[in-house]
């Protein structure tokens, strides 16, 4: 069992510890919940907060295509080109699934709009444009096999699954979308758990989707005082 980290930001009460856990590998139409629940027994407890990356509940979905099964049109090759490389856009493929939900006209005109904006000072309107449909999309550089080339969307009713996984645990659930860069957003959560409390807590990630194989993390509060975790508690 891995052992608890210490949350250790200005933002986040001292006394919350972070505990990676272990699952098997998650493929489509596993009981992803019930995975869950064996991996945490003996781990997490009642007051505890279960968070699930929300790239395996959307694996368990089917919520995800190989990018071989992707042909990206002229125009994705040609503006992935110009995205940051760290950026899901910067994959031609999974910038064409982009357009496929957006349209071209709309990806174009917010390419269009990114480039004029730096003249004026003003950055990132391609993201403040398409942001959501750039967000529902994990492209495949980094994720451990047999899905180093599977882009992933984003998880179908995260509210409806972690609240289904509480129902069937008696564990408080959030299905966050975490990432190296100081980000964490929740994207569903069961009745009651604080959803700000848990992204402050996940900013450092401490999910691991690679061969880390730890896509749950239970939230534990050991300070003294109301739990903050949850809303109640305030």
């Keep these: 069992m891995s052992r608890p980290i210490a949350v250790d930001r200005p933002d986040v009460p001292a006394g919350i510890r972070a505990i990676p856990v272990r699952t098997p590998i998650v493929r ?33 979905q089917g919520q995800s295509v190989s990018a071989e099964l992707v042909r990206p049109s002229r125009l994705a090759y040609t503006l992935s080109r110009y995205a940051d490389p760290m950026a899901t856009v910067s994959q031609p493929e999974s910038l064409q699934i982009v357009i496929d939900r957006e349209g071209a006209p709309r990806v174009f005109y917010a390419a269009v709009m990114n480039v004029l904006g730096r003249f004026v000072g003003r950055r990132g309107l391609f993201y403040e444009i398409l942001g959501e449909a750039i967000g529902a999309i994990d492209g495949y550089t980094g994720t451990m096999p047999p899905f180093e080339r599977t ?19 008696g564990l408080a659930c959030a299905i966050v979308d975490a990432n190296d860069l100081d980000r964490a957003h929740v994207l569903g959560a069961s009745r009651g758990v604080d959803r700000a409390a848990i992204e402050r807590a996940l900013r450092s990630n401490p999910h691991g989707n690679s061969d880390e194989q730890t896509p749950v993390v239970v939230l534990k509060w050991r300070g003294t005082g109301a739990n903050p975790l949850f809303e109640a508690a305030r």
């Design 28 to 60: 489509q139409g596993d009981d992803l919940a019930s995975a869950v629940v064996d991996a945490v027994r003996g781990i997490a407890r009642e007051g505890d907060v279960v968070a699930i990356a929300e790239t395996a509940v959307a694996i368990a």
């Design 151 to 169: 882009i992933v969307f984003g998880p179908k009713d995260p509210d409806a699954f972690a609240q289904s996984f509480t129902e069937l645990s």
